[in-house]
């Protein structure tokens, strides 16, 4: 069964670069053809799609957050982690790590999210 556990700092202060890690189990984040994404739910509002790191170290980032986020991985530790600079109050959500899965190899964002960590509350706050 996999499993995926954010975890990192909740809160940060604006103008800082958030930092999140994701820590994946019972499965590898190199297989063929998952994909591991970040996506958060600020607060009242619906779940955003961030960005996916995919199983060759490839990467894809929401147009509105492109410019202010990084995804990564360590292979060895398989773990993959979320940058976003220049965080502002706007940026204050629970974010999720969660597994994609592309079918037939075909690249797609957030169709099939078939698990997800439990979520952590990132607070952007002076």
């Known amino acids: 069964q996999v499993q995926l556990q954010e975890s990192g700092p909740g809160l940060v202060k604006p103008s800082q670069t958030l930092s999140l890690t994701c820590t994946v189990s019972?499965?590898?984040?190199?297989?063929?053809?998952?994909?591991w994404s970040w996506i958060r739910q600020p607060p009242g509002k619906g779940l955003e799609w961030m960005g996916v790191i995919a199983y060759d170290g490839s990467t894809y980032y929401s147009p509105s957050l492109k410019s202010r986020t990084s995804i990564s991985r360590d292979a060895s530790k398989n773990q993959f982690s979320l940058q976003l600079s220049s965080v502002t109050p706007e940026d204050t959500a629970v974010y999720y790590c969660?597994?994609?899965?592309?079918?037939?190899?075909?690249?797609?964002?957030?169709?099939?999210?078939?698990?997800w960590g439990q979520g952590t509350q990132v607070t952007v706050s002076s």
């Open positions: 019972g499965g590898s984040i190199t297989t063929s053809y998952y994909a």
């Open positions: 969660a597994r994609d899965y592309w079918v037939g190899g075909i690249r797609t964002h957030g169709i099939n999210n078939d698990y």
